[in-house]
């Protein structure tokens, strides 16, 4: 069969650039699936662009990950044209990714979506849960995102785990940026914050957040849970967050030990002639699937 949803308007970049064995749909077992959405976000625009630019940048990814011992790029990496949401109403754009992941999720798909801005994450966790009951979400993030709305939009990147929320519990790391309006409503929401301030001072808080991981676990990482040392390019950037090793380390032990069965990348904003972030989010996406088929 061909790929379960098909746009005629672009043709698509290959994560990976030009890799050494090529899949079609049927034979990959994972799926990137570009989502350039870019309406609500607060401070700096560009998310639309950061699907295109971390895909050109994984070209010069090295495919053989020296961490785990293994090359993974033969169990088929298949690169969905970007779906094209610049048109209608943002309820409009949300129905149509939730119907792209439901339909590449129920394909038997490992799906990668990229963003694009948070606001693409409760319908591929609508999917996800769908598909996989007793779904919980693990979202490593800057910022809550709890927000019933902001600036009058029920759907915004501020509103995307309070979203999310209404198909699946959520775990949160690295928290840095919380309203009072998000404290108020926590105690009738079902999530866990592991903020950024405190939550080393427990040597096992990896092994806490793991614990709070019950059943299949949808991952949801906004670039700006990194340190903005690392990586700078994002709309909202905070002080504090994860350093590399860091979430290379909870990434690994959440793979190892729990069933990831979707994530997304969302949030990168390239800055020109700064390629650094781009090939970081490219690497780390090549890592998350290094994960999922090196490990086992």
């Known amino acids: 069969m061909s790929a379960p949803v098909d746009y005629d308007h672009a043709q698509p970049l290959w994560f990976g650039g030009a890799l050494p064995v090529i899949t079609g749909y049927d034979d990959s077992a994972a799926v990137i699936l570009p989502v350039p959405l870019d309406r609500t976000t607060s401070y700096v625009p560009g998310t639309r662009n950061g699907p295109r630019e971390l895909i050109l940048a994984s070209a010069q ?15 088929g990496i298949y690169t969905m044209p970007e779906m094209d949401l610049s048109h209608g ?11 792209a992941a439901a339909a590449i999720l129920e394909s038997g798909k490992f799906l990668v979506t990229l963003g694009g801005e948070h606001s ?3 319908p591929l966790v609508a999917a996800a849960a769908a598909r996989y009951p007793g779904l919980t979400v693990l979202q490593i993030d800057a910022h809550a995102d709890l927000r019933d709305g902001y600036q009058g939009e029920h759907n915004s990147h501020a509103s995307a785990i309070r979203r999310s929320l209404e198909s699946a519990p959520a775990v949160q790391v690295g928290i840095r940026n919380i309203s009072e309006e998000e404290v108020k409503a926590l105690p009738g929401l079902e999530t866990t914050i ?8 427990d040597p096992q808080w990896m092994d806490r957040v793991l614990d709070a991981l019950t059943g299949p676990v949808y ?12 990586m700078p390019a994002v709309g909202t950037p905070e002080p504090g967050g994860l350093a590399w090793r860091e979430l290379l380390t909870l990434l690994r032990r959440t793979f190892a030990e729990r069933d990831v069965v979707a994530c997304d ?3 990168l904003c390239p800055i020109p002639g ?23």
Do not use: C
């Open 89 to 99: 109403t943002m309820d409009g754009a949300i129905a149509r990714v939730h119907q």
């Open 120 to 122: 693409i994450t409760p």
């Open 265 to 267: 990348v969302v949030e």
């Open 61 to 75: 990814v090295e495919l053989w990950d020296e961490e785990v011992g293994a090359d993974v790029h033969t169990k």
């Open 219 to 230: 991952l949801t990482i906004d670039l700006d849970g990194l340190d903005p040392a690392y």
């Open 274 to 296: 700064m390629w650094s972030s781009n090939f970081i989010a490219a690497r780390l996406v090549y890592k998350l699937l290094t994960y999922k088929f090196g490990l086992r």
């Open 194 to 201: 592991f903020y950024d301030w405190n939550m080393r001072d």
